[in-house]
């Protein structure tokens, strides 16, 4: 069973980037899609972005397309979120999940979760 770990979070300014890091310890990191999702407060878990097992697809939400970028090394059994151009709206806890092979944008097709990072986009 993959388990996962988030960081990378913080408090940035409007206009400035972060890179969150999502490590899996485990077997087979490389035969999971890597989704990633945020929820800020009084809202629902959306999703954001999701990479397929072999890097080879990905798939952004439109709020987040062109700004953020999805990519994995699994030499590494890392994911990471690289996030650009952030706006306040991006403020929210973030969490990467994983779902065996199959890619979904749908939270609930993903049984293993992170903790979550927070990342709070003010001036």
């Known amino acids: 069973q993959v388990q996962l770990v988030e960081s990378g979070g913080g408090l940035v300014n409007p206009g400035d980037s972060l890179r969150l890091s999502c490590v899996a310890s485990?077997?087979?990191?490389?035969?999971?899609?890597i989704g990633w999702f945020r929820q800020a407060p009084g809202k629902e878990r959306e999703f954001v972005a999701f990479?397929?097992?072999?890097?080879?697809?990905?798939y952004y939400a439109d709020s987040v397309k062109g700004r953020f970028t999805a990519s994995r090394d699994n030499y590494k059994n890392t994911a990471f979120l690289q996030m650009n151009s952030l706006k306040p709206e991006d403020t929210a806890v973030y969490y990467c999940?994983?779902?065996?092979?199959?890619?979904?944008?749908?939270?609930?097709?993903?049984?293993?979760w992170g903790q979550g990072t927070q990342v709070t986009v003010s001036s």
């Open positions: 999940a994983a779902r065996a092979f199959d890619s979904s944008a749908d939270s609930h097709d993903y049984r293993i």
């Open positions: 485990g077997r087979a990191f490389n035969s999971y899609t």
């Open positions: 990479i397929r097992w072999n890097g080879g697809v990905t």
